[in-house]
């Protein structure tokens, strides 16, 4: 006769060891990300303007972010340092946490930045109609802080952060230009 517990036995016995491997993985992550949540927020989204949204953005894109951190091709007093602390591992970890988190923040209400929108004519090519574009190696713009973007747009015009691509496309704007298409971008919603 056919036991069900000799069928069932070693099965059950492989998901506890399965649930005995996964349960630390998890416990970890959010451990790891209590350092993060202090600046990035619980749910991903900064409660400062000048510090990035992480909820939803492309997993690929943010374990670059956090690399370029670590070797110091990206610099920040704020994120250097803790950068520093993070494996390879952490961060492939926390880059899967983040991005999986969903930014459901109502849409911003103000009236449209229309001279940002007609900046926004030199981005959609990467950055998608939205400015959520359809390569996953290229950073979803749309819902971000606005003073964020505003920074980010000045340090890639001022050399201060290097991306050959970007330089090259915010070489000749004027700080309102960046303004107006960094409020642009800021005032859809991410999901
Ligand atoms: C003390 C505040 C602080 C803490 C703590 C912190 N960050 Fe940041 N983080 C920042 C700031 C500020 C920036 C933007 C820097 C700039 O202007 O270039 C940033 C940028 C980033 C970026 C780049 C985002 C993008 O869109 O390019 C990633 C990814 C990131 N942080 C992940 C993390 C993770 C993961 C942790 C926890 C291990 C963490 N940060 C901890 C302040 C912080
Ligand atoms: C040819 C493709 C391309 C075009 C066009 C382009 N971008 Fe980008 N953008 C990129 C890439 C690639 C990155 C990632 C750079 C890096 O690795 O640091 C990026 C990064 C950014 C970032 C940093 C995002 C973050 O989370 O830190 C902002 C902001 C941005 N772009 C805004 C714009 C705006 C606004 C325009 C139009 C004026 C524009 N981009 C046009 C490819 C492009």
Redesign the pocket.
């Known amino acids: 006769m056919n036991n069900p517990l000799k069928v069932m036995g070693p099965l059950l016995v492989l998901w506890a060891m399965a649930l005995a491997v996964a349960a630390p993985a998890v416990a970890d992550v959010k451990q ?2 209590a ?2 949540v ?3 927020g619980p749910k991903g989204i900064s409660n400062n303007d ?3 949204n ?1 909820a939803g ?1 492309h997993e690929i ?2 374990i670059d ?2 690399k370029a ?1 670590r070797d110091g091709s ?1 610099k ?1 007093p ?2 250097s340092a ?2 520093k602390t ?1 494996s390879d591992a952490d961060i492939e970890q ?2 899967a946490y ?1 991005s999986g988190l969903s930014d459901k923040q109502p849409p911003v209400r103000g009236k449209e930045n229309m001279a940002g929108k007609s900046v926004s004519g030199a981005c959609i090519s990467c950055h998608g109609m939205w400015g959520k574009p359809v390569n996953s190696q290229w ?1 979803v713009i749309s819902g ?1 802080k606005k003073g ?1 973007l505003e ?2 747009l000045k ?1 890639f015009r001022d050399g201060t ?1 290097e991306s050959p691509v970007m330089s090259v496309i915010v070489k000749g704007f004027t700080d309102q230009q960046i303004k107006d298409v960094a409020e642009y971008y800021s005032q859809f919603r991410r999901d």
Do not use: E
Request: hydrophobic share 45%; aromatic share 14%.
């Open positions: 790891l990300a350092t993060c202090a600046c990035h000048l510090w990035p992480l953005q894109y943010l972010q956090m951190f990206r920040d704020l994120m803790t950068a993070l926390l880059a983040f950073p971000q964020y920074k980010q340090d952060r």
